[in-house]
């Protein structure tokens, strides 16, 4: 294992499991040094991480100064203000920012949303159809895994189709290390969103429509939103809302296209089967890597079977969910994908839930529709192309750099059945 952590590496954003399930073997948490010189603290197995996520003692408030120290600019300040988001909060100013945005995620709001995902899902496969007969391959993820949560998070949020690529772009940026990008890109991306969200605030104001976002702008009653949480807030939602979607979609279809036994076994089985494929990618892929970094208010005493760890007070503690997800005490075979692990056992028994949306007070309030886009638009990928296959191969392909979200930012693909053997 390295004695430091790069979470840009190429090798280790395209299979951390290793690293972790070794940090897993040494105790409840471990501590990290990392590539920007910087230290942490990394829980890593199932039970603690449930217990870390539930637990007050661990702040989601980042200190007043994390991180490597920066001069003052208009990026800093950007990014100070949109990081003041509902996931780097604590009770109560958390439940008070939770309440106004759990009423967009209610069920029947979600489910209300069904007819217009499925007219989505089809209108991106027409078209995905027509490229892959035109030019021979397509990459999955630009022309499906990305657009299609984008539009559905989108409408509800009511940001203008063409703005829609810009902010994919800016906000990849903002989710990845700075190491893996251009000098200067994380900068030019916090000052960009920044500078959208105000202009959106102001558009909602003179010309509010029936969207989430122009209801969090005209809430100005008791407990509504400043100026400021409400850009914070239009960043979270946005980021949030497609991220985790565009990850499950892209590592659901790159699982299936390299394991032909179970695509088959979902056309076979049906819509429960599908589901089954959903929860297993978001347990064995999890799209969500880690959770935001937590502070220890006081010191900390974890234990688990595997030793103990003394985590002092003011201490940054990450809680990773990837390795969470791949605990053997609750996963048998945890590095197998296995949709049916996820289908009801004998007398309806279930495996152990997985951490994919986190869990506690910030458990993921859109997880409702991320799972209804991921039921429409994975059987529908491969009733609609029948013959899809990797047009690179998986093992090269690159992903996603960093500790936060996780998932191909490739996927090519051809739609021809295989040639049949010589002679």
């Known amino acids: 294992m390295p004695e430091t952590l790069d979470p840009a590496a190429p090798g280790f954003a395209r299979d951390p499991y290793p690293y972790y399930a070794d940090l897993r073997s040494r105790g409840p948490a471990a501590r990290v040094t990392l590539a920007n010189g910087t230290h942490a603290w990394l829980v890593t197995g199932y039970d603690r991480a449930r217990a870390v996520l539930a637990d007050a003692r661990f702040s989601n408030v980042p200190p007043q100064r994390a991180g490597r120290p920066r001069p003052d600019s208009p990026a800093r300040r950007a990014q100070a203000c949109l990081a003041r988001h509902m996931l780097n909060s604590d009770a109560p100013d958390h439940l008070r920012l939770r309440r106004l945005t759990t009423a967009a995620f209610t069920p029947r709001r979600v489910d209300a949303l069904r007819p217009r995902i499925e007219h989505l899902t ?206 053997p005490r609750h996963f048998p075979a945890p590095d197998a994908f296995r949709p049916a692990r996820h289908l009801p056992g004998p007398g309806g028994r279930r495996p152990a839930p997985h951490l994919a949306f986190g869990h506690g007070p910030h458990f993921c309030p859109g997880a409702r529709l991320a799972r209804l886009e991921a039921a429409i638009a994975l059987p529908r990928l491969f009733g609609a192309l029948p013959h899809l296959r990797p047009a690179a191969d998986p093992a090269t392909l690159p992903y996603r750099p960093g500790l936060l979200v996780r998932g191909p930012r490739r996927l090519p693909v051809r739609n021809a059945p295989p040639a049949p053997p010589n002679g």
């Open 122 to 327: 089809d209108g991106l496969l027409t078209g995905l159809a027509d490229t892959l007969a035109r030019e021979g391959s397509a990459d999955l993820v630009d022309a499906f895994a990305f657009p299609l949560p984008v539009l559905v998070i989108g409408e509800v949020l009511g940001v203008p189709e063409a703005d829609r690529a810009d902010l994919r772009e800016w906000t990849y940026c903002v989710g990845s290390p700075a190491d893996a990008l251009a000098p200067g890109a994380a900068d030019e991306a916090w000052a960009a969103l920044h500078a959208y969200f105000s202009s959106l605030i102001a558009h909602k104001r003179r010309t509010p429509g029936e969207d989430l976002f122009s209801s969090l702008v005209h809430d100005a009653g008791e407990g509504g939103l400043s100026d400021e949480e409400l850009l914070a807030m239009a960043f979270l939602l946005l980021f949030a809302g497609y991220e985790t979607t565009m990850n499950l979609l892209a590592s659901a279809a790159l699982l299936l296209l390299t394991h032909p036994a179970e695509l088959a076994a979902a056309r076979a089985g049906g819509e429960a089967h599908w589901a089954a494929v959903a929860e297993e990618t978001l347990r064995h892929a999890s799209p969500l890597e880690g959770t935001t970094w937590r502070r220890t208010t006081e010191a900390v005493v974890l234990q688990d079977d595997d030793g103990r760890a003394e985590i002092p007070a003011g201490e940054s503690v990450l809680v990773v969910l990837a390795a969470a997800n791949r605990d």
